[in-house]
C-alpha cells in the first residue's frame, strides 16, 4: 500500500462545513443581540442618524445653548457633565465641567461613561467631534441658527432622552412665546438697524445668526443681513453710506454700551443719530442659544420699542434726566 496515499485516521474532528454555513451559526448566535441593538434611532439637529440601544440617560454636552435645551427637555437630570459657561438654568452651574466647545478633557468624558455626547457643529471643530467617535461614543451635533430651531431642537433631545411629553409641552410654549413677539412687532416696513457687537473695529453679525432673526421678530432689518460673514468688521464709510435708521450696541455691560453709543453722536448724519434711536443692549441670555434667548428677545423689542419716534398725533413725553 502507497503510505502517501493513505487517508487520515479520524481525530475525533467535526466534520467540516461550509464557509456559509459557519456565518449563519454566527448570525443566528447573535441575532437576540442584535436586535436589542439600534433600536433607538434618533436623526440630529445635522442630519446625522444616531443608533442607541435605548434613550441616553447618561448625556455629555459640549454646547451651554444645548444643554438649557435638555433642561427645558426634562433631561436635566441626565446631563453627566457639560461645557464652561453652561449657566442655564441655574441648576445647570452645578454639573461637573469636561472643558468647553474648542477643548475638552477625553479622560474625564470617558470616565463619566456617557451614552451620547452633544457637540456644538457651530462651535466645535470637526476634527474634535472625530476625536470623541474615535473613543467610540456617539454624537449628536447640535445646531440652532433661528429662533424656530430652538422648540425643534427641544423635541428631537426629548426623543434623545426619552422625555418626549415633557419636550412637547416645552416646545409648543416656546412657539406660543414666539407668535406673540411677531404678532406684537411685526413691522410691514422694517427700520434698517445696525447691530455693534465690538468697537473698534466696528463689528456687526451677517445674515445666518440668531440675533439677525431676533432682529427681524422685533420689526427690524439687519443693515448687514446681505453678508455671508458670521461677524464682518464693517468701516465707518460703509455705515455711513448704508444709513441706518437704528444703531443697536451689543456690548458687554452697560458702561462700554454707553461708550460706544457716544462714538457715534460725532456724526449727525446717520439718520439713527439724527433722530435719536441709539439703543444699548446687555442682556447676554440673546446670544446663549438656549430657550432663555426667546425671553431676551421679547426683552429686546421692547427696548427698541421705546426708542421709536412718537407717531403723528402723540405727544413725546421728556426723557428722565432731560
Not at 454566527?26 to 439637529?45: E, K, R, V, Y
Not at 445674515?207 to 448687514?224: E, K, P, V
Not at 464709510?237 to 453722536?265: C, F, M, N, Y
Not at 439718520?271 to 438656549?290: E, K, Y
Amino acid at each position: 500500500m502507497n503510505s502517501a496515499s493513505a487517508t487520515p485516521p479520524d481525530r475525533g474532528l467535526p466534520p467540516r462545513r461550509a464557509p456559509w454555513a459557519w456565518r449563519l451559526a454566527a448570525t443566528l448566535l447573535l441575532a437576540p443581540m442584535l436586535a436589542g441593538a439600534g433600536a433607538w434611532s434618533i436623526t440630529d439637529d445635522d442630519g446625522h442618524t444616531l443608533s442607541l440601544s435605548a434613550p441616553a440617560q447618561r448625556i455629555v454636552s459640549l454646547s451651554p445653548g444645548a444643554t438649557a435645551l435638555l433642561f427645558a427637555a426634562g433631561a436635566g437630570a441626565q446631563i453627566v457633565g457639560t461645557s464652561e459657561y453652561s449657566i442655564e438654568p441655574e441648576a445647570a452651574r452645578n454639573i461637573p465641567r469636561v472643558g468647553d466647545s474648542q477643548s475638552f478633557d477625553s479622560e474625564l468624558i470617558l470616565s463619566l461613561h456617557p451614552d451620547v455626547v452633544i457637540a456644538w457643529v457651530d462651535g466645535t471643530p470637526e476634527a474634535q467631534i472625530a476625536r470623541i467617535e474615535r473613543l467610540g461614543i456617539p454624537v449628536y451635533r447640535h445646531r440652532v441658527q433661528r429662533l424656530d430651531d430652538l422648540a425643534v431642537s427641544i423635541r428631537r433631545l426629548g426623543q434623545l432622552a426619552g422625555t418626549q411629553a415633557v419636550a412637547q409641552a416645552s416646545a409648543a410654549a416656546l412657539e406660543q412665546q414666539l407668535r406673540q413677539i411677531r404678532a406684537q412687532f411685526h413691522s410691514d416696513q422694517p427700520p434698517s438697524i445696525l447691530i455693534q457687537i465690538w468697537q473698534s473695529p466696528v463689528y456687526t453679525v451677517g445674515s445666518g445668526q440668531m440675533i439677525s432673526d431676533a432682529l427681524a421678530s422685533c420689526g427690524y432689518r439687519n443693515l448687514y443681513g446681505d453678508l455671508a460673514a458670521a461677524s464682518p468688521a464693517v468701516t465707518l464709510e460703509s455705515v455711513l453710506a448704508r444709513a441706518p435708521e437704528v444703531i443697536l450696541a451689543l456690548a458687554p455691560d452697560a458702561v462700554q454700551g454707553a461708550e460706544w453709543l457716544a462714538q457715534w453722536r460725532r456724526f449727525a448724519a446717520i439718520p439713527a443719530v439724527a433722530h435719536g434711536r441709539l439703543v444699548s443692549f446687555t442682556d447676554q441670555a440673546l446670544s446663549r442659544l438656549g430657550p432663555a434667548t426667546v425671553s431676551a428677545t421679547a426683552a429686546l423689542c421692547t427696548a427698541l420699542k421705546a426708542a421709536e419716534p412718537p407717531r403723528l398725533g402723540q405727544v413725546a413725553l421728556p426723557r428722565a434726566g432731560a
